[in-house]
C-alpha cells in the first residue's frame, strides 16, 4: 500500500499534522508511525492566548486539560500578576484524543530504522512508501546551530491539602541561582495538584535527576505544601539558539521533510514550539496535494521565514546565556517583566514590534555594560545570521 503521507514520529507536531489531516482531508490517507507504546510522549505543551488565532483556538479546545485567565511571575526584586490567558496540554490528553481519532491510521511501538522523503523503514524489515514523509522524531544534532539549553524536570504532585494557587506560576526565580538561570514553574492543574518544574537555562545540562528531584522538594517545602503522592515525572532538554548557519542546517535534511523541534520550529528564547506546531498543521492541511519536494521545500520557507523574524531574540539569548555572572543572569528576565503587558505578549507570540525591541535594549542594560555588548557580538552575523 501506497500512502499519501507518512509521519515519521507521533510526536506534538506530527500527531497534529495527523489530526488536522483527519479532520479537513479525510480522504487522504495518512500514517502516523511511533516508536513508543502511545503518541505524545511524556510532555506537558502550554501556551499563550495571543499565541494562536481564535480559529486555532477553537480546534485544538479538545486537547486542553486546563486554562487559566493570568499568570504569575516572581523574582527577588519583582512579583506581578499579567493578565494574559494561559492553556496546558498534558500527553495523556494528547494520545487519548488523537489517538482515537487516528484509529488504524496509528501505527505505535514501531521502531524506525531509515527515513527518505517518501518511504519509511522499520526494525521489522518493513518498508512503507508514500508520496511524500515528514520526519518529526525530535530534535537533530546539527553543527550548524550555536545552542544553549533549557533543561527541567518535573513532577506532577498530589498534596495532602490544596496548594492556595488560583493561577500558574511560569518563573519563580527566588531560588538559589548557580550554573545559570534557574526558575521553578508550576502549574495548579486541580485544588490539591500542580505540576512542579525545576528549569535551568545552561551551556550544557550538568545536574542530576536526583538534584533536580532534590530542587523541587526543596521548594515544595518552602511554599508550606506537603507531596501525598508523585503521580508523574517528565524530564527534557529543550534548545534555545544562540545563532546558526539555518541555511546549512537546512541542508543537512538532503530534501527531507521535517516538522517540530527538528524543524527549528520553536521559540529561540522560550523553546515553546505548541503555536508552531499548530501553524504547520494548518498550512499542510492547506495543500492542494502532497508531493516531497514541494512539501519540503514549502516547509523549509515556513521555518526560514520564523528564523529570521527571531533574529532579535537570538541577541538577548547571547545576553542571557554569556553576559555577567551566571548566578546574576536573573536579572535579565526581571527587568523585561518590569515592561508593559502588551510587549510580553507580543513577545511570546514572536511577534515583537520595532518599538518592542528598542524598548527591551533601552535603559541601563541588567548585566554589567561591557559583557553585554560582547556578549551581543559573539557569533556575529556576518558569520550565522546572513547565511539565509
Not at 519583582?78 to 494520545?95: H, Q, V, W
Not at 518498508?127 to 530534535?139: E, F, M
Not at 521545500?297 to 539569548?317: D, P, S
Amino acid at each position: 500500500m501506497t500512502y499519501d503521507l507518512i509521519l515519521a514520529g507521533g510526536g506534538l507536531a506530527n500527531g497534529l499534522i495527523a489530526w488536522r489531516l483527519k479532520q479537513l482531508r479525510p480522504e487522504w490517507r495518512v500514517l502516523c508511525i511511533e516508536a513508543y507504546s502511545h503518541i505524545g510522549g511524556n510532555h506537558t505543551w502550554s501556551f499563550h492566548d495571543g499565541d494562536l488565532t481564535p480559529a486555532q483556538h477553537r480546534w485544538i479546545a479538545p486537547l486542553v486539560v486546563q486554562r487559566w485567565p493570568c499568570y504569575e511571575v516572581h523574582f527577588p526584586a519583582r512579583s506581578r500578576r499579567l493578565p494574559s490567558g494561559y492553556a496546558s496540554i498534558t500527553s495523556e490528553r494528547f494520545a487519548e484524543v488523537i489517538g482515537a481519532a487516528l484509529g488504524d491510521d496509528l501505527r505505535t511501538a514501531q521502531r524506525i530504522t531509515e527515513v527518505t522523503p517518501q518511504s519509511v523503514s522499520l526494525s521489522n524489515g518493513e518498508r512503507l512508501q508514500a508520496r511524500a514523509v515528514i520526519d518529526g522524531r525530535g530534535v537533530r544534532d546539527s553543527a550548524q546551530m550555536v545552542l544553549g539549553r533549557q533543561a527541567f524536570l518535573g513532577q506532577l504532585l498530589k498534596l495532602q491539602a490544596p496548594h492556595g494557587l488560583d493561577a500558574p506560576i511560569i518563573m519563580d526565580a527566588r531560588v538559589p541561582q548557580e550554573l545559570g538561570y534557574r526558575f521553578v514553574y508550576v502549574l495548579p492543574f486541580t485544588p490539591d495538584t500542580l505540576l512542579v518544574e525545576d528549569t535551568h537555562y545552561v551551556d550544557r545540562q550538568a545536574l542530576s535527576a536526583d538534584q533536580l528531584r532534590a530542587h523541587i522538594a526543596e521548594y515544595v517545602k518552602g511554599q508550606g505544601w506537603t507531596i501525598e503522592a508523585c503521580l508523574r515525572e517528565e524530564q527534557g532538554v529543550l534548545p534555545i539558539t544562540l545563532a546558526g548557519d539555518f541555511s546549512g542546517f537546512w541542508n543537512d535534511a538532503k530534501g527531507l521533510p521535517l516538522s517540530g523541534l527538528r524543524a527549528g520550529l520553536f521559540h529561540c528564547t522560550t523553546g515553546y514550539s505548541l503555536p508552531h506546531a499548530v501553524r504547520l498543521a494548518d498550512r499542510i492541511a492547506q495543500q492542494a496535494d502532497l508531493d516531497a519536494d514541494r512539501l519540503a521545500t514549502g516547509i523549509q520557507a515556513i521555518a526560514h521565514q520564523a528564523w529570521r523574524r527571531q533574529r532579535f531574540y537570538r541577541l538577548l539569548n547571547r545576553m542571557l546565556f554569556l553576559a555577567g555572572r551566571p548566578e546574576h543572569r536573573w536579572q535579565v528576565m526581571q527587568r523585561f517583566y518590569g515592561l508593559s503587558d502588551g510587549l510580553i505578549s507580543r513577545f511570546y507570540a514572536g511577534d515583537s514590534s520595532i518599538a518592542d525591541k528598542l524598548r527591551i535594549v533601552s535603559g541601563k542594560p541588567p548585566v554589567p555594560l561591557g559583557e553585554a555588548l560582547h556578549a551581543m557580538s559573539r557569533y556575529h552575523p556576518r558569520h550565522y545570521e546572513n547565511r539565509e
